[in-house]
């Protein structure tokens, strides 16, 4: 009974997106039929996938999803992530992701303007329909299996991780959330919208920009713990099918604050939408088409990646065409006037320019291998030598525009006044040139050139974004930053974290691959790692070999550290379990790989010192913050009397005044 539910209530959801995108996007817009559709079609499909949870709760193995991706000794959290733990459920999760952005969207438009509303509501629903028909008809969860097997296949132990039951729903989160500034710019260039548009649509980049990078950091992190490599990031197309929408969103939330106060950028703002809408379905299809070989790739069936690839282009050259007929809606009333060299739009557009050139970089490392193989020319393997070598050029010149850009004003400002403003930043950098290179040497036994750069970058970012906002706290008192001040700080110092966690892992990682027997030693960093033995033991569905180590660290009392080998009832797939000594200052990580030799209980072991590790996931995590800071704006959440278009293109700022993030509009 739950999968003939189920399916109804598929199809329901598809007919109600297929009325929600005509009720909204023909000439005559009829506004309680799109709210009443759209009301349906969420209903719909939240429905089907609280049933297909319940299904797998129930282990009823008579739906063919569920007897491929659960089994009776499953735990009941991971029998829940199952439900997105293959390929049809995964859909059904991104079209649950897109039926609750639509839901946000209609409570966050309808009270601002009713016309705009429904609009972007026909075009949500337009993507709705697409993705809620391909479910339907090419990947449908709810497909019976008979007669029923008495047990199932399993989830993919690689699957069973509280990390992995939580990375799925962020990520589609943020993927999924960039249909909403593609949607308000499609309706903006369908119907035309009120000046204050942009303003209203940051808040969801900036919600988007948050899940997609929480998203991003969980999974790097339970790739680090999980899979016994040690690594947090391998440049895998999956990995960046991701990280090009987040790049995408980063340059469109920061672009869209020049848009909202000047009228600039009004072309760019748009690209950048549907730019990150499309590279969002591109991601889907690389992992859910079946064209790569990986632990989230499940499709097989070559009519889904045709499918996919039918939307993709749909979406792609439906929106630039739409764009090319009727760009002129998307200009502010009146045309602003040209920055110059030296301005905040100046740099912002350079920032920009860097952050699509890095995605463009990304691109053409992940899909040019793939080409490659689908002409038959030969296969071509594009990783972390070729991204380490074209990112690196591209994103440090982005640390100096953001360490610089915080103190330009709009339009134009004086050199001689910027210089002023920074000389902290310029002390600190003068300071950091002699200081790191010594405090590498002594600690590290050695100064990197490339590893200093990065550095000083990450310190320049850091003593500029903390000195700008201590001048606007003494001038302006806690009140002055507000939300979107507080985003900004908080985004800026999550970078800065980023880059030093990033250049110390690189820079000083040590790694080796050793074999041991109970009873030895070896020296790792500033520690001692002694080998004691090793157990079994029985897990709720798998039996694992646990290994059992003992960290001397200096003065510090010795301490235990267990890494396992399991093997999972249903797959027999071998999994390994990392032993991990974490500290803000450095990890020491060990895994068990495979036994050498049984009888003398001889192993081959990973084991690595990572200094600065957790910086890189900390970094992430204020980025994150920093972004749901800015959607917290009082101003981006409220109906502006004013209009973007009348703003002055060059706010007026008394000499030697503290420097806001944004002008009021």
């Known amino acids: 009974m739950i999968g003939e539910l189920g399916q109804l209530l598929l199809i329901v959801s598809v007919v109600a997106a297929a009325v929600q995108a005509w009720s909204g996007l023909a000439p005559q817009a009829r506004p309680r039929l799109v709210l009443l559709a759209a009301l349906w079609q969420i209903v719909g499909v939240l429905g089907a996938i609280v049933l297909l949870a319940l299904a797998f709760v129930n282990y009823d193995f008579s739906l063919q999803y569920v007897a491929q991706n659960s089994h009776t000794t499953l735990p009941v959290i991971y029998r829940i992530a199952a439900v997105w733990g293959g390929h049809e459920g995964s859909m059904l999760l991104w079209l649950a992701a897109l039926a609750l952005w639509s839901l946000a969207a209609l409570r966050g438009l309808r009270r601002r303007d009713e016309n705009f509303a429904v609009t972007t509501l026909g075009v949500l629903g337009l993507v709705s329909l697409g993705v809620g028909a391909f479910v339907l008809f090419t990947s449908n969860p709810f497909e019976r299996l008979l007669p029923a097997p008495a047990e199932g296949l399993s989830l993919n132990p690689l699957l069973q991780d509280p990390g992995m039951a939580a990375h799925p729903p962020l990520l589609y989160l943020g993927y999924v959330g960039t249909a909403v500034p593609f949607a308000m710019t499609l309706a903006a260039l369908w119907r035309g919208a009120p000046a204050e548009w942009v303003r209203w649509v940051r808040p969801y980049t900036a919600v988007a920009l948050m899940f997609l990078s929480l998203g991003i950091a969980l999974g790097s992190w339970w790739a680090y713990y999980e899979l016994g490599w040690g690594g947090w990031w391998f440049w895998d197309p999956v990995e960046n099918a991701s990280f090009m929408p987040w790049l995408a969103l980063a340059a469109l939330l920061h672009v869209q604050v020049a848009r909202d106060l000047n009228g600039r950028f009004a072309y760019w703002t748009a690209a950048l939408a549907i730019g990150a809408f499309v590279l969002s379905l591109l991601g889907t299809f690389l992992v859910r088409s079946g064209v790569l070989v990986s632990v989230h790739a499940f499709a097989s069936d070559p009519r889904r990646g045709v499918v996919m690839l039918l939307l993709i282009a749909l979406a792609l050259l439906g929106s630039v065409a739409l764009m090319a007929a009727r760009g002129q809606r998307l200009l502010p009333a009146r045309a602003p006037r040209a920055p110059a060299l030296l301005s905040r739009d100046t740099a912002l557009a350079l920032n920009n320019l860097l952050l699509v050139v890095a995605c463009g970089c990304v691109l053409l490392g992940t899909l040019y291998p793939l080409l490659m193989d689908a002409l038959q020319l030969g296969k071509l393997s594009v990783g972390p030598p070729y991204f380490d070598a074209v990112m690196a050029p ?272």
């Not at 691959?513 to 790792?524: E, Y």
């Open 394 to 665: 591209v994103l440090l010149p982005a640390l100096l525009l953001l360490m610089v850009s915080i103190w330009l004003r709009w339009g134009r400002d004086d050199g001689r006044a910027v210089l002023r403003r920074m000389a902290p930043t310029l002390v600190a950098l003068i300071v950091g040139v002699v200081a790191l290179p010594l405090w590498l040497s002594q600690a590290y036994g050695a100064a990197h050139p490339l590893v200093v750069v990065a550095l000083l970058g990450a310190l320049g970012v850091a003593v500029s974004t903390l000195h700008w906002a201590a001048q606007r706290l003494r001038d302006g008192g806690w009140g002055s930053l507000g939300a979107s001040g507080w985003g900004m700080v908080a985004a800026h110092l999550g970078v800065a974290m980023f880059v030093v966690g990033v250049a110390m892992v690189k820079g000083y990682g040590i790694e080796h691959d050793i074999s041991m027997t109970p009873g030895d030693t070896r020296p790792l960093g500033d520690c001692t790692l002694g080998f004691d033995g090793l157990s079994e033991r029985q897990g709720p569905n798998y039996q694992a070999q646990s290994g059992h180590f003992s960290l001397r660290c200096g003065a510090r009392k010795p301490l235990a550290l267990v890494s396992e080998k399991r093997s999972y009832v249903g797959s027999g797939m071998p999994m390994t379990e990392s032993a991990i000594d974490w500290g803000f200052w450095r990890d020491i990580y060990v895994a068990l790989s495979a036994p050498v030799d049984e009888k003398a209980k001889i192993w081959s072991m990973r084991v690595q010192y990572k200094p600065f590790i957790r910086w890189v996931w900390l970094g992430v995590l204020l980025m994150a913050v920093g972004a749901l800071s800015a959607s917290l704006a009082r101003r981006l959440r409220r109906a502006a009397a004013q209009t973007a278009s009348a703003v002055p293109a060059a706010p007026v700022v008394a000499p030697g005044a503290a420097l806001p993030l944004e002008s009021p509009a």
